[in-house]
């Protein structure tokens, strides 16, 4: 059973164009975070989330938001897409923020910017 | 065969041989590691964890050691098989702060 979902699988955008991103999650857990990945490096946070208190990394973009309505869901929102931002977008959950446990990823959003 | 994650990037073992992959963290803080596991166009999949008051852990064919003295992760595939081929990542994670610090990647080849 899918534990993380992330949609759409693929996207494609146009420059400038705003595109959000969607995640759930069926774990229940407190926390839920955004990674960007681009080809070849690692998974970069963007931000996270822990229930609803709202955590930006420091070098994370302004063209970057985040909204978390409920517990579920998480969405990530690029305002003005530049090529720059065409990566593999990775959203995980952790049930607590100490670490004793493991975030969970979903399959990630593959972004194009056009 | 052997890889440091920082300067080997590729680890190109045989079928059925040993694998250690290797990463070096950075935060003496750090208590809790974990190893993921991607294969190519998906999210990164557990393989094993370890907290800082252990120093080995074993899974079902996997093994991770931890040398806080000198901030050094391993991770130990036996008889690895096809199916392990994929980029390794180990992550650190910075106290309490549930972040991930992850390391550069290993990618993991296995020849038939």
């Known amino acids: 059973d899918a534990m993380v979902i992330q949609n759409p699988r693929y996207q494609v955008t146009q420059f400038g164009k705003p595109v959000t991103l969607s995640c759930s999650q069926t774990?229940?857990?407190?926390?839920m975070y955004w990674y960007q990945q681009k080809s070849s490096q690692a998974p970069k946070l963007l931000f996270h989330?822990?229930?609803?208190?709202?955590?930006n990394e420091a070098d994370t973009p302004d063209n970057f938001q985040s909204r978390r309505p409920n517990t579920s869901f998480c969405f990530l929102d690029i305002r003005s897409p530049g090529l720059g931002d065409a990566a593999m977008y990775l959203c995980a959950t952790s049930r607590d923020l100490a670490g004793d446990g493991e975030q969970f990823f979903g399959p990630g959003t593959r972004l194009t910017v056009l | 065969g052997e890889s440091v994650g920082l300067h080997l990037p590729t680890l190109s073992v045989q079928e059925g041989d040993n694998s250690i992959i290797n990463c070096a963290y950075s935060?003496?803080?750090?208590?809790?590691f974990i190893w993921y596991k991607q294969e190519s166009g998906k999210g990164p999949q557990f393989i094993i964890d370890?907290?800082?008051?252990?120093d080995k852990r074993q899974g079902q064919r996997v093994t991770v050691l931890l040398n806080k003295t000198v901030k050094h992760l391993s991770l130990q595939i036996a008889a690895t098989q096809p199916g392990d081929s994929a980029v390794y990542f180990c992550?650190?994670?910075?106290?309490?702060?549930?972040?991930?610090?992850f390391g550069q990647g290993t990618t993991l080849q296995v020849k038939p």
């Open positions: 992550a650190e994670n910075a106290g309490n702060t549930g972040k991930l610090i």
């Open positions: 935060n003496s803080a750090s208590d809790y």
């Open positions: 370890i907290r800082s008051n252990m």
């Open positions: 774990l229940n857990h407190n926390v």
């Open positions: 989330y822990y229930d609803k208190d709202f955590n």
